[in-house]
């Protein structure tokens, strides 16, 4: 497990979490923002899948009537399942963002910060 | 009998808060409202006399009642030093309520409900800390105290009183915060707040943290106390209506913070950890040059109550230095003043707003003449006057004569000095408001304030005359200092 | 175990959920009962968790697995002392106060009353799931249910508000997402989600700095949405602009239930840093400082009256985790006893703040001293839950800094007791400023006709209940103490 850094996927989702967070942190348009919050949220879903993978695994779908099941051979599903949920849960919290860029845009005729202050 | 006497004091200090909360319920019936004020009134002061009554044959009220933090309960514990206190108070609430009325309705003063429900509460938390038997239940009412007198403070509603309320609530929060602080720290090191006779057991703590905690104590009771240079609230509270000047800052509030130097003196730290601190030493310097330099600024005040806010803070460092010298004579001193000056400091303020709704002047230099237009209130004004310089005949100088007595016993004949030379000064600063009050020809008819305000003012006169020459009564006031001291007559 | 006892968690907080669902059904047909709906509903989750209180202190915790799956393969919850305390607090303070802000509800969503229940009964059951789960997963799906409902709330209202929802939204996910970055870690450190088994298996693992990188991410994640120092940002703004309605439901019980899941995952789940050294602690304790002395300095310049309110909230929740960072039993006696303070005392105030906006469409704290005397039983109240915050006795805020102030001097922090004390008067100086507008001159131009206070009887009710109960609590702390330290301690504490 101390390889949690020198893997790649790994990187690859810390490197998503650090750009997305940048983009939100440094962007002044709203979309932006909520661009880089989506950033966000698939790093934590490609950090979930890439802690689900084991060497020479295949998918976990069970043949039909198999009885004995060895772990090593199928991924690890638990982290799929989580991670349908928290993409669910990032949808809705988008749809949430959307509905209120949607206001902001009407009550102020833009979607950068500046035109309504800080 | 076992259990009435467990609840009394709970009962007591239980009257005036219920009133405060009956009072407003009757708002729209101002003399049923007073009816309830004179009912608390009484009932503390029936409960107090009954528990004196029970302390001269030999037995303490109070218990404790609940748990309110680990180890710590609410408690109650009428001795002689609280129902001292408590008696005052109670007697005094009785008079003020009846001056109040007056003044009130004279100057048909706003918000009424609100400020005779405050009050009771203010006596409520008054009588709490008089019967506390343990630090914490002091804390708590004091700092109920300290909330209670704001509303009061700023009731006028004005900038000036609104300004003098942050002023008060400065001192007075900060004050509260370093109690807490030392009484969270005491409980820490000992595991006992309760107020024992003869204070820590010896060699409990180290001298420099007795030190400590008495700094912080003493800054935390000074404020009330108007020890100098933690006073400076007290003459800008006189923006109040003078019955809470006369009350409160007066007897009550500033009563409590001396009150809360004789308990940690004698009943928290003790003399014996006091005296191996060297702590008595700078405590009298304090009360003494408190005495002195207040008095001195007293000569320079017009303001009428300013004047006599200055005496005050003069007259509570007398009550700090009869308990710093730590000789059970300077004990006895000390708890006779905080009563005879009670009285006779209450009767000027009494005068002094009855001045101001007859004639509506508050300065010492308009008072030209006025004493021949009320000659009730500035006799009334001659005896408080003569009776806070200690002129025998009066009770003034009944306790003035144990705390020189207390001087002698500390081997401290400065201290009396200071005491005599105090005494010039008060005649300085009061006489001339006599003086002035019959110099020059009668102006006007007799116009004195409305009877609800006059009685009260020479009943309390009266009284200030009887307990300095009427032997049983002094002979009364002794017994209850000896008791103070745990000891038979 | 009796039967009702079993289903206690799921009365508590799923029945809300349920609810949330059909109440849009049968607002189809009659708008008007979404507020008795509610009501209703809230009313059966707070008596059944004021029953689960009671069944814990005699017969224990209460365990509950969904769908009969047992854990650790199935999700759990669980309704022990601390969980039981705080779905109290949460489940009663949300029925008074939806009571209390009916008018402003009125005013404010009365064309839309079905969105803003539903809402609202979301919100109640994302905060209280989140209290009962034992599962660190199930605790993020909690934790963005009521969160997402706080967003959509908080942006129903004006202009700036939608903003406030929108920054509060961005900052708010990031802070899940750390969370759940965290879970993540946990889970590949140990293989589970479930807390109890989690706390079991991380045990050995102390030493690993993995372990302390997860912890770390868990604890960023819910300070965020706890609004610690200086992951507050979002909060003024959120609870200032918000619809009055909402930010009364919101502002006392949003960040209290973050708290909650702080003390639960730094206590019974990375319970072997349960211990003031830790560097968790310590970390905490910095960010508790700087909160408690920037929280009320900040709060005296703000001339909005909900703005003060929110950083005088931000001041407070540095004291909770100033006593959750001792790691003790006095330490998170005080931090329980001041949360709920703050619940209550912030329900008052900003009740108060809602009938302000009602009758006098504005939201100065100026707008205190133009209303009309004589000073009633609201009035009452208001100086009542000021008194709280300060820390007066007898109200609760008095003894629970009683406890804190003793958790730093046994912990032999000095300085942190001072402090605590320090922050009494820092609490002062901007509560006194509120109170001292009461007072009006007798001569002042009378208020005039729409700006005459009528408070709703509802109103007065809802600050009652709270203003009583903060009297009530503080003197009855004892038991209540002894309560915790009995049911709530983390395991192994000292």
């Known amino acids: 497990m101390t390889e949690l850094w020198a893997r790649e996927p790994y990187l690859v989702a810390w490197a998503v979490f650090a750009l997305g967070l940048a983009l939100m942190a440094k962007s002044r348009h709203l979309v932006k923002q909520l661009i880089g919050l989506y950033l966000v949220q698939t790093s934590v879903i490609v950090f979930f899948m890439a802690l689900a993978v084991k060497p020479g695994a295949a998918a976990p779908i069970l043949a039909h009537g198999a009885l004995h099941v060895d772990p090593a051979r199928y991924i690890n599903p638990l982290p799929h399942v989580l991670m349908l949920t928290a993409i669910v849960v990032g949808v809705a919290t988008q749809g949430v963002a959307f509905m209120l860029l949607r206001r902001i845009y009407q009550a102020h005729q833009s979607l950068h910060e500046t035109d309504f202050g800080g | ?134 630090l914490f239940t002091f804390v708590i009412f004091y700092e109920i105290l300290t909330l209670a007198t704001y509303p009061l403070v700023v009731h006028q509603g004005t900038r000036k009183a609104k300004v003098a309320g942050r002023i008060y609530l400065c001192y007075a929060l900060t004050a509260g915060a370093l109690l807490l602080g030392a009484t969270a720290w005491l409980w820490q090191l000992t595991g006992d707040l309760s107020f024992r006779p003869g204070g820590l057991a010896p060699g409990a703590l180290d001298v420099r943290t007795v030190t400590w905690l008495f700094v912080l104590l003493s800054i935390g009771f000074g404020v009330k106390a108007g020890v100098m240079p933690l006073h400076a609230w007290l003459p800008v509270a006189m923006i109040a209506p003078t019955p809470v000047s006369a009350l409160l800052h007066a007897v009550a509030v500033v009563k409590a913070g001396v009150f809360g130097y004789l308990r940690l003196i004698h009943f928290i730290l003790g003399p014996d950890a006091m005296r191996e601190a060297g702590l008595w030493e700078p ?14 600024i007293a000569l320079r005040q017009d303001e009428l109550k300013r004047r006599l806010a200055y005496s005050t803070v003069s007259h509570l460092s007398y009550i700090i230095l009869g308990a710093a010298m730590l000789v059970p004579a300077g004990q006895i001193g000390a708890l006779l003043h905080l009563a005879n000056h009670a009285m006779l400091k209450i009767t000027l303020f009494f005068c002094a707003g009855a001045i101001y709704v007859a004639a509506h002047k508050d300065r010492v230099s308009q008072l030209d003449g006025l004493g021949w237009r009320m000659p009730v209130t500035f006799g009334a004004f001659a005896i408080g006057a003569l009776g806070l310089a200690g002129v025998p005949g009066l009770c003034g100088f009944i306790s003035k004569w144990w705390l020189a007595r207390a001087t002698i016993e500390a081997g401290a004949p400065w201290l009396m000095g200071v005491l005599l030379l105090s005494g010039i000064l008060n005649i300085a600063y009061l006489l001339p408001i006599v003086t002035r ?19 009260p003012i020479v009943v309390i006169a009266a009284a200030s005359v009887v307990f300095g020459s009427v032997a049983p009564a002094i002979a009364a006031q002794t017994a209850l200092g000896y008791r103070a001291l745990e000891a038979a007559p | 175990m009796r039967f009702p006892d079993a289903q206690l968690p799921v009365l508590i907080a799923i029945v809300p959920l349920l609810a949330a669902f059909v109440l849009p059904l049968i607002g189809r047909a009659r708008p008007r009962a979404a507020y008795p709906f509610t009501v209703a509903v809230l009313g059966v989750s707070a008596s059944s968790a004021l029953v689960g209180l009671a069944a814990v202190a005699v017969d224990g915790p209460i365990h509950y697995a969904f769908g009969g799956w047992a854990p650790p393969l199935g999700i759990a919850w669980r309704l022990d002392g601390l969980s039981a305390f705080v779905s109290v607090a949460l489940s ?23 969105a803003f229940h539903t809402l609202l009964l979301l919100l109640g059951s994302g905060m ?22 706080a967003y959509a709330l908080i942006g129903s209202g004006a202009k700036r508000g939608t903003v406030a929802a929108y920054r509060y939204l961005l900052f708010g996910t990031v802070g899940a997402t750390l969370y759940l970055f965290g879970v993540g870690l946990l889970y590949a450190m140990t293989g589970t989600l479930n807390m109890d088994d989690a706390a079991a298996r991380l045990a050995p693992l102390a030493g690993s700095r993995v372990v302390l990188g997860a912890v770390i991410l868990l604890v960023t994640g819910l300070a965020i949405k706890a609004a610690i120092v200086p992951l507050h940002g979002w909060l003024p703004d959120a609870y200032a602009y918000a619809p009055n309605a909402v930010s009364a439901v919101i502002a006392p019980l949003m960040t209290k239930v973050a708290l909650y899941a702080l003390i639960r995952i730094l206590g019974w789940v990375a319970g072997m840093w349960w211990s003031a050294d830790a560097v968790v602690m310590a970390i905490l304790r910095l960010a508790a400082v700087a909160a408690i002395v920037l929280g009320p300095l900040a709060a005296r310049l703000q001339t909005d009256f909900r703005r003060l309110l929110a950083y005088s909230s931000i001041g407070q929740i540095g004291l909770i985790v100033l006593g959750i960072s001792f790691a003790s039993e006095l330490g998170l006696t005080g931090a329980l006893l001041h949360l709920v303070n703050d619940i209550c005392a912030k329900a008052v105030l900003f009740l108060t703040a809602c009938v302000i906006t009602l009758r006098m469409r504005v939201s100065q704290v100026s707008a205190l001293s133009r209303l009309k005397e004589p000073m009633g039983w609201f009035w009452v109240m208001f100086v009542i839950a000021s008194l709280s915050m300060v820390g007066i006795p007898p109200t609760l805020g008095f003894f629970s800094k009683w406890y804190l102030i003793l958790a730093a001097l046994e912990a032999s922090r000095w300085p942190l007791a001072a402090l605590v004390v320090a922050s009494a008067l820092l609490s002062a100086w901007y509560v006194f400023v509120l109170v001292e507008l009461l007072f009006r001159r007798p001569d002042a131009p009378a208020a005039k006709p729409d700006e005459v206070l009528h408070v709703p009887w509802r109103m007065t009710f809802a600050t009652g209940v709270f203003a009583i109960g903060l009297i009530a609590l503080g003197l009855a702390n004892q038991p209540i103490a002894r309560l915790i330290g009995r049911i709530a301690m983390p395991p192994g504490a000292p």
């Open chain 2, 1 to 134: 009998m076992d259990a009435w006497r467990a609840w009394a004091p709970a009962a007591a200090v239980l009257a005036p808060f219920a009133a405060a909360m009956l009072i407003p319920f009757a708002s729209s019936r101002p003399n049923l409202r007073e009816a309830i004020t004179f009912t608390a009134a009484g009932a503390l002061w029936l409960l107090v006399g009954w528990m004196l009554w029970e302390l001269f044959r030999g037995r303490i009220a109070g218990g404790e009642l609940f748990a309110l933090a680990p180890g710590l309960s609410l408690a109650f514990r009428a001795d002689a030093f609280g129902l001292m206190f408590a008696a005052v108070s109670s007697t005094l609430w009785i008079a003020t309520s009846s001056y109040s009325i007056g003044y009130a309705r004279a100057l048909s003063m706003h918000a009424q409900t609100r400020f005779f429900a405050v009050f009771a509460v203010c006596l409520g938390a008054a009588a709490g800390i008089a019967l506390a038997a343990n």
């Open chain 2, 283 to 296: 405590l009298a310097w304090v009360a003494a040059a408190t005495i002195l330099c207040s008095s001195i």
């Open chain 2, 437 to 455: 009050g019959f110099s020059g020809p009668r102006r006007g008819p007799v116009l004195e304030a409305p009877m609800t305000m006059l009685v």
């Open chain 3, 92 to 114: 009663v303070s949300l029925l008074v106060i939806l009571i209390g802000v009916h008018e402003n509800a009125e005013a404010e969503f009365g064309q839309h009353p079905v």
């Open chain 3, 128 to 149: 209280l799931g989140l209290v009962l789960s034992a599962d660190l997963f199930n605790v993020f799906v909690f934790l963005e249910v009521f969160s997402i409902s």
